[in-house]
């Protein structure tokens, strides 16, 4: 039906009938999806209409006053030997297949019309149709035709870039979007490349090439494993030896499109540095790749002024100041200083690492939560406090120590060990329910608040509720960065100075 409807929608039919209710209905009907139709009530109508606008398809009726559709049939014969023509009738008597034969009609069909077999016909005539009709064409406009194959060529070629490009952007934006962090950064970097390219003179072509570039550098990140690139702390050193693969990989597949091979030099040199201490060839000073020096600076750009979990992002002034400084030792010194002038007035969207959603939640709970109890764990806190430093949003903290639990374990099984550990768990989730809940030792909890939060009578008096035995728990208040408790170390510090019970200890045993 898809081939039926572009084939007809650009032919004229005329359409001949003396019954007016059938006549309009399927009129009606034709006229979704042929250009023109047009009615006749008998064949003398029909004759006065053709003779003053050829169809390309007549559809007539046999029986008629005046003329029937043989005799139109008969005189639209003589005009145009070859013209299309159907006839329609309730009879299926012997001559009128006679005169059907002798007048070379193209097809016959039986009232009441089944429109899925007048479709069929149809199908057949417009095809034939068509096929004269590019023939005539071709005859007649050759030179014509062979420039729009040469242009239709051409636009299927560029659909396909099109396509190709579009997949690919589609997996640049998947891998950046599969991080808070990395969010955008593809296309940050591409307009970076671009602006520092503009600057250095580079040619229009250049600069597109950068750009272009830019979008797809770290499109190999595909094949790095989530447990690496959506981590959200510093990476190990075989985690980043794993990473540092993105760059062959990317390289990789872009070289098996012929219309990306141009970026794979680009691609495979964006993490060399000019002292020859990048990688994946140690490369240095103007053995890489021009571009790729442009590159190098617009993803370490980038990657100064955007948040990261374990440390905050530089202004544009202090990333411009640690370009310069790197100057002729990581960077090309022609890319540092056009890059000064080029980003130097660029206004920076915020992003961070920090959990945003449900979804980023549930990804912070695999590397930061606590498997047992479902609380963050030791490094979520060294993460937090790192990055209180510089926007002190946590102001309060509590610290619980839970003492005896070795002896409670041995009384009472490991496993009601663990039990108790989920309920103290719970209950401090419940308690402060806007804190953040840590578990940074088997029987330690820290509780941190954004303000003021000690512990009272009523805290006490619920916590007797909890099945305890002989454990006690020792509580401390801190203001985080007045008590300069706002380092793991700090935290180390006074976990180790209080590994036995002082006298400010609550004993629950009852």
């Known amino acids: 039906m898809r081939e039926f409807q572009k084939l007809a929608s650009s032919f004229y039919v005329l359409y001949v009938e003396d019954d007016d209710d059938f006549r309009e209905y399927t009129a009606a009907y034709l006229s979704k999806f042929f250009q023109k139709v047009v009615t006749a009530v008998d064949g003398e109508e029909a004759l006065i209409k053709y003779?003053?606008?050829?169809?390309?398809?007549?559809?007539?009726?046999?029986?008629?006053?005046?003329?029937?559709?043989?005799?139109?049939?008969?005189?639209?014969?003589?005009?145009?030997?070859?013209?299309?023509?159907?006839?329609?009738?309730?009879?299926?008597?012997?001559?009128?297949?006679?005169?059907m034969i002798k007048y070379n009609i193209s097809g016959y069909l039986i009232k009441p019309i089944d429109f899925e077999q007048m479709n069929e016909t149809l199908y057949q005539v417009l095809h034939k149709l068509y096929t004269i009709k590019e023939n005539e064409r071709y005859k007649t406009h050759l030179e014509?035709?062979?420039?729009?194959?040469?242009?239709?060529?051409?636009?299927?070629?560029?659909?396909?870039?099109?396509?190709?490009?579009?997949t690919l952007v589609s997996l640049v934006e998947l891998i950046d979007e599969r991080d808070s962090y990395t969010g955008g950064h593809s296309q940050r970097v591409a307009d970076y490349a671009k602006m520092i390219a503009e600057e250095l003179d580079y040619s229009a072509y250049e600069c597109d090439m950068v750009y272009r570039a830019g979008i797809l550098h770290d499109i190999g990140k595909i094949a790095t494993p989530d447990a690496v690139l959506l981590k959200p702390g510093k990476l190990s050193k075989l985690e980043f030896q794993l990473i540092k693969e993105h760059v062959n990989v990317?390289?990789?597949?872009?070289?098996?499109?012929?219309?990306?091979?141009?970026?794979?030099?680009i691609i495979i040199s964006h993490h060399e540095r000019y002292d020859g201490s990048g990688y994946p060839s140690g490369l240095k000073g103007d053995d890489i790749p021009p571009l790729a020096r442009v590159m190098m600076v617009a993803d370490s750009f980038d990657a100064m002024t955007t948040n990261r979990i374990y440390k905050g992002r530089k202004s544009v002034e202090k990333a411009i100041e640690e370009l310069k400084?790197?100057?002729?030792?990581?960077?090309?010194?022609d890319v540092v200083e056009a890059a000064s002038k080029a980003l130097a007035g660029i206004k920076i969207k915020q992003t961070s690492q920090l959990p945003k959603s449900a979804m980023e939640q549930e990804r912070f709970a695999y590397y930061y939560k606590d498997q047992l109890v479902d609380v963050y764990n030791k490094n979520y806190l060294d993460v937090v406090l790192a990055k209180n430093l510089y926007d002190n949003v946590y102001l309060c903290m509590n610290i619980f120590l839970l003492r005896g639990f070795t002896a409670y374990?041995?009384?009472?099984?490991?496993?009601?060990?663990?039990?108790?550990?989920?309920?103290?768990?719970?209950?401090?989730?419940?308690?402060?329910?806007?804190?953040?809940?840590?578990?940074?030792?088997?029987?330690?909890?820290?509780?941190?608040?954004?303000?003021?939060?000690?512990?009272?009578?009523?805290?006490?008096?619920?916590?007797?509720?909890?099945d305890m035995g002989d454990i006690t728990v020792e509580s401390e208040h801190f203001h985080v960065l007045n008590d300069q408790m706002s380092t793991m170390d700090a935290m180390e510090?006074?976990?180790?100075?209080?590994?036995?019970?002082?006298?400010?200890?609550?004993?629950?045993?009852?």
Not at 144 to 166: C, F, G, M, S
Request: net charge negative.
């Open 409 to 466: 374990n041995e009384q009472r099984s490991w496993q009601r060990g663990d039990e108790l550990l989920r309920e103290f768990s719970q209950f401090l989730k419940e308690t402060f329910p806007y804190g953040l809940v840590f578990r940074i030792h088997g029987d330690d909890f820290v509780v941190l608040h954004e303000g003021h939060h000690d512990t009272d009578a009523m805290f006490w008096e619920r916590l007797e509720g909890l």
């Open 51 to 99: 003779l003053d606008d050829p169809c390309d398809i007549l559809i007539t009726d046999i029986s008629m006053p005046k003329m029937n559709g043989i005799e139109l049939a008969r005189e639209i014969r003589k005009k145009n030997p070859d013209q299309a023509i159907l006839v329609t009738s309730g009879h299926t008597d012997v001559e009128y297949f006679i005169d």
């Open 250 to 265: 990317g390289a990789e597949m872009l070289i098996k499109i012929p219309m990306y091979r141009i970026f794979y030099h």
């Open 144 to 166: 014509e035709l062979v420039e729009e194959k040469t242009q239709y060529e051409h636009e299927l070629e560029q659909e396909k870039i099109d396509n190709y490009e579009k």
């Open 493 to 510: 510090r006074f976990l180790e100075d209080n590994k036995h019970p002082r006298s400010s200890v609550i004993n629950l045993s009852g």
């Open 325 to 333: 400084a790197f100057s002729a030792i990581h960077f090309h010194p």
